[in-house]
T-cell receptor
Framework: DTEVTQTPKHLVMGMTNKKSLKCEQH?????MYWYKQKAKKPPELMFVYSYEKLSINESVPSRFSPECPNSSLLNLHLHALQPEDSALYLC??????????????FGSGTRLTVV | GENVEQHPSTLSVQEGDSAVIKCTYS??????FPWYKQELGKGPQLIID?????GEKKDQRIAVTLNKTAKHFSLHITETQPEDSAVYFC??????????????FGKGTTLSVSS
């Protein structure tokens, strides 16, 4: 299995809702990432998990809450989002943390719309 | 941290022509440079990468060159085909804090190949 699987593919949520995005990989990768991508922009780093521990938080608002239950799963819990949070949320993984020698494998993303 | 600049932002070529996309980086310690292709509705896909101990790498119709002195690397696509039409991102590792590094992306190049 050489894929990163993200669910759901599309999500529409109200500003008072609570929802979760899920990401799964079975490649034995020990680093997992959440990126946010707005239309016609590059992916922007949100969070990095190294060996199931949060190692980098790029000053993301607390309405986004990541969780790494085990080495194969990564969740992003959403609460009280704003319309400007509408974007494509990408999960990625790499063989080891550090990003200096291994490329990332990206999922297809969750297209999030906040209404 | 690392800063990656990518040019051009859009590139239109005729089928069969060559396409070149260039990126510059700021951190002389960076040692790994991947290129990603993103098709509409999909996540970025790693297409080729290069490490700082080599100057060029080829994979069929695509190649990447690296000039460490000038701190730039380029993607070369020969004999372009309509299915090469996509957004291409270069990336480089950025030391974000003591916890490690993560990939930072250029702004992207939209390549259009017309038949």
């Amino acid at each position: 299995d050489t894929e990163v699987t993200q669910t759901p593919k599309h999500l529409v949520m109200g500003m008072t809702n609570k929802k979760s995005l899920k990401c799964e990989q079975h490649m034995g990768h020990r680093a997992m990432y959440w990126y946010k991508q707005k239309a016609k922009k590059p992916p922007e780093l949100m969070f990095v998990y190294s060996y199931e521990k949060l190692s980098i938080n790029e000053s993301v608002p607390s309405r986004f809450s990541p969780e790494c239950p085990n080495s194969s799963l990564l969740n992003l819990h959403l609460h009280a989002l704003q319309p400007e949070d509408s974007a494509l949320y990408l999960c990625a993984s790499s063989q080891v943390p550090g990003a200096t020698n291994y490329g990332y494998t990206f999922g297809s993303g969750t297209r999030l719309t906040v209404v | 941290g690392e800063n990656v600049e990518q040019h051009p932002s859009t590139l239109s070529v005729q089928e069969g022509d060559s396409a070149v996309i260039k990126c510059t980086y700021s951190d002389s310690a960076s040692n790994y440079f991947p290129w990603y292709k993103q098709e509409l509705g999909k996540g970025p896909q790693l297409i080729i990468d290069i490490r700082s101990n080599v100057g060029e790498k080829k994979d069929q119709r695509i190649a990447v060159t690296l000039n460490k002195t000038a701190k730039h690397f380029s993607l070369h696509i020969t004999e372009t085909q309509p299915e090469d039409s996509a957004v291409y991102f270069c990336a480089a590792p950025s030391p974000l804090n003591q916890a490690g590094t993560a990939l930072i992306f250029g702004k992207g190049t939209t390549l259009s190949v017309s038949s």
